[in-house]
């Protein structure tokens, strides 16, 4: 090859490559190019996106509230809540407890019903108690009743007659007794210091186990083994003898025989042909009206009082609820104050009984039921009252329930809070002021009931029969084995 010709190839492969690189270089270019073009439409993009944010107002979690058609509330003047302490007072009967429980019929169901139809809740917050900031100081089971208790919430309190529209709203077993201001932080559980309860109690309640009866066998061997630990119970000794003595005059020994061995038929096999249900309906008439005339001496009733101081000062209760052990330090309770009235006679069956009177810092579930079922038995069976004591240790007692009849709750205190509530300028929370209104409202609504359910279902001789008789009961397999409870009980009360 010539120099000539190899100059001119060197050339053109020296074209071709800076063409080339030209190329590339283009290439980047374009591309750094197209990149940034890219980012910037990014930018603003993003830029729009957050203006697009910034302009968006946030949604409201507000409901509109609606009537019962479906169709929105036209809005009214909106009037300033204030946070308040409602005291009031209730009979239980025919209602699911204190506490809001849709759909059952309950205390707070038909107040919060009362407070909107009087205007001291507004219609936007008709629909929902939580936005009025509802609480309890002492929560009542299904019939339990109230001559006291207090709730609290924010109410429109500005019109001066809200307490008489609200009450005139309010179906006469329900009344309030007052409405008082209270500061934001008020919280009517966790500030109430102490609660009353008062447990009627019919005195025939303190008679003695029945003649012949699993308990009265066991009371009367106790005696013989434990000579001057049981009381010689005269009282009750009289009583059963007057009952049989009235019972022998009315029926003859045959008749007495068929009485105690009757056993009621199932209902679609009942065919009284030989007029012996009419015979033992008449022997229980006779019984209950001896019951009913029976006067309890001052003797039994100072036993009765001796007997339920034992529950006085701090306690462990474990025994007196259920589901607590021994050491939970929860089952310590402190009994501040026990009072029994003198006996008062009431209704046309002239039924005596007696108030007794519990102050407690707090109560734990069927406590009180139990307290009063405790005391009676070991009344009833002549211990001594220290008995009630050894309840307390680490033993494990089954101790039964009186019946919920006879338990109403009296009023709560806020002894402590009071002060803090007069520092700021607030009305103390004091029940005392309204004692009268209060005790006519519980003899007319709710001791009235009491007594009348008493004569009418005889639910306390039911509760202390069911204990006279109670010994064994028939197994899983068929077989009749002694319970724990009447070996706990044959210890704990009979000393065995």
């Given at each position: 090859m010539?120099?000539?010709?190899?100059?001119a190839?060197?050339?053109?492969k020296?074209?071709?490559?800076?063409?080339?690189?030209?190329?590339?270089?283009?290439?980047?270019?374009?591309?750094?190019?197209?990149?940034a073009?890219?980012?910037?439409a990014?930018?603003?993009?993003?830029?729009?996106?957050?203006?697009q944010?910034?302009?968006?107002?946030?949604?409201?979690?507000?409901?509109v509230?609606?009537?019962?058609?479906?169709n929105?509330?036209?809005?009214?003047?909106r009037?300033?809540?204030?946070?308040?302490?409602?005291?009031?007072?209730?009979?239980g009967?025919?209602y699911?407890?204190?506490?809001y429980n849709?759909?059952?019929?309950?205390?707070e169901?038909?107040?919060?019903?009362?407070?909107?139809d009087?205007?001291?809740?507004?219609?936007?917050?008709?629909?929902?108690?939580k936005?009025?900031?509802f609480?309890?100081?002492?929560?009542?089971?299904?019939?339990?009743h109230?001559?006291?208790?207090?709730?609290s919430?924010?109410?429109?309190?500005?019109d001066?007659?809200?307490?008489?529209?609200?009450?005139?709203?309010?179906?006469e077993?329900?009344?309030?007794?007052?409405?008082?201001?209270?500061?934001?932080?008020?919280?009517c559980?966790?500030?109430?210091g102490?609660?009353?309860?008062?447990?009627?109690?019919?005195?025939?309640?303190?008679?003695?186990?029945?003649?012949?009866?699993?308990?009265?066998?066991?009371?009367?061997?106790s005696?013989?083994e434990?000579p001057?630990?049981?009381?010689?119970?005269?009282e009750?000794?009289e009583?059963?003898?007057?009952?049989?003595d009235?019972?022998?005059?009315?029926f003859?020994?045959?008749?007495?025989?068929?009485?105690?061995?009757?056993?009621?038929?199932p209902?679609?096999?009942?065919?009284?042909?030989?007029?012996?249900?009419?015979?033992v309906?008449?022997?229980?008439?006779?019984?209950?009206?001896?019951?009913?005339?029976?006067?309890i001496?001052k003797?039994?009733?100072?036993?009765?009082?001796?007997?339920?101081?034992?529950?006085?000062?701090?306690?462990?209760?474990?025994?007196?609820?259920?589901?607590k052990?021994?050491?939970?330090?929860?089952?310590?309770?402190?009994?501040?104050?026990i009072?029994?009235?003198?006996?008062?006679?009431?209704?046309?069956?002239?039924?005596?009984?007696?108030?007794?009177?519990?102050?407690?810092?707090?109560?734990?579930?069927?406590?009180?039921?139990?307290?009063?079922?405790?005391?009676?038995?070991?009344?009833?069976?002549g211990?001594?009252?220290?008995?009630?004591?050894?309840?307390?240790?680490?033993?494990?007692?089954n101790?039964?329930?009186?019946p919920?009849?006879?338990?109403?709750?009296e009023?709560?205190v806020?002894?402590?809070?009071?002060?803090?509530?007069?520092?700021?300028?607030?009305?103390?929370?004091?029940?005392?002021k309204y004692?009268t209104e209060?005790?006519?409202?519980?003899m007319?609504h709710?001791?009235?009931?009491?007594?009348?359910?008493?004569?009418?279902?005889?639910?306390?001789?039911a509760?202390?029969?069911?204990?006279?008789?109670?010994?064994?009961?028939?197994?899983?397999?068929?077989?009749?084995?002694?319970?724990?409870?009447?070996?706990?009980?044959?210890?704990m009360?009979?000393?065995?």
């Open positions: 010539s120099e000539n010709e190899s100059k190839e060197y050339n053109d020296e074209d071709k490559n800076v063409l080339k690189r030209g190329a590339e270089s283009q290439s980047t270019e374009d591309g750094q190019v197209v990149n073009n890219e980012a910037n990014c930018n603003k993009d993003k830029s729009a996106v957050d203006d944010h910034v302009d968006k107002k946030p949604k409201s979690n507000r409901t509230a609606l009537d019962s058609n479906g929105p509330l036209p809005k009214e003047k009037l300033p809540k204030r946070k308040v302490a409602v005291m009031i007072g209730y009979c009967a025919g699911c407890g204190l506490q849709p759909p059952n019929p309950t205390i169901s038909t107040l919060f019903k009362a407070f909107c009087s205007g001291a809740i507004s219609k936007a917050n008709s629909t929902d108690l936005k009025n900031g609480a309890r100081t002492a929560r009542t089971d299904k019939g339990v109230a001559g006291g208790n207090l709730i919430l924010k109410m429109i309190i500005e001066p007659d809200i307490k008489q529209k609200i009450n005139d709203a309010l179906p077993g329900i009344r309030v007794w007052d409405i008082k201001r209270v500061n934001k932080a008020f919280d559980r966790k500030m109430c102490s609660r009353w309860y008062e447990y009627l109690l019919p005195t025939y309640s303190l008679i003695g186990p029945k003649p012949d009866t699993t308990l009265y066998n066991e009371v009367e061997q005696k013989l434990y001057n630990v049981l009381d010689d119970d005269s009750s000794r009583f059963w003898k007057n009952l049989k009235d019972v022998k005059e009315k003859t020994p045959e008749e007495i025989a068929a009485i105690k061995a009757y056993v009621p038929p209902k679609e096999e009942f065919v009284d042909s030989d007029g012996l249900y009419q015979k309906k008449q022997y229980k008439q006779l019984e209950n009206a001896h019951r009913r005339k029976h006067r001496s003797e039994k009733l100072e036993k009765f009082r001796v007997v339920m101081k034992q529950y006085l000062g701090a306690h462990n209760f474990h025994n007196f609820t259920l589901g052990e021994y050491k939970d330090p929860s089952a310590i309770r402190f009994m501040k104050d009072t029994i009235s003198d006996p008062f006679v009431i209704g046309a069956a002239e039924t005596e009984w007696i108030s007794i009177k519990i102050h407690g810092q707090s109560f734990m579930l069927h406590q009180i039921r139990k307290m009063i079922s405790m005391a009676t038995l070991v009344t009833r069976c211990c001594p009252a220290d008995r009630i004591t050894e309840a307390y240790g680490t033993q494990r007692l101790i039964p329930k009186a919920a009849l006879g338990l109403l709750l009023a709560p806020f002894e402590g809070y009071n002060k803090r509530l007069t520092e700021f300028g607030y009305d103390p929370i004091d029940f005392s004692q209060m005790d006519a409202f519980k007319k709710i001791y009235d009931k009491i007594y009348k359910e008493e004569v009418d279902e005889n639910i306390f001789n509760f202390f029969t069911y204990i006279d008789t109670f010994d064994k009961v028939t197994g899983a397999q068929g077989v009749e084995t002694e319970t724990k409870k009447v070996m706990q009980f044959k210890k009360f009979l000393n065995i």
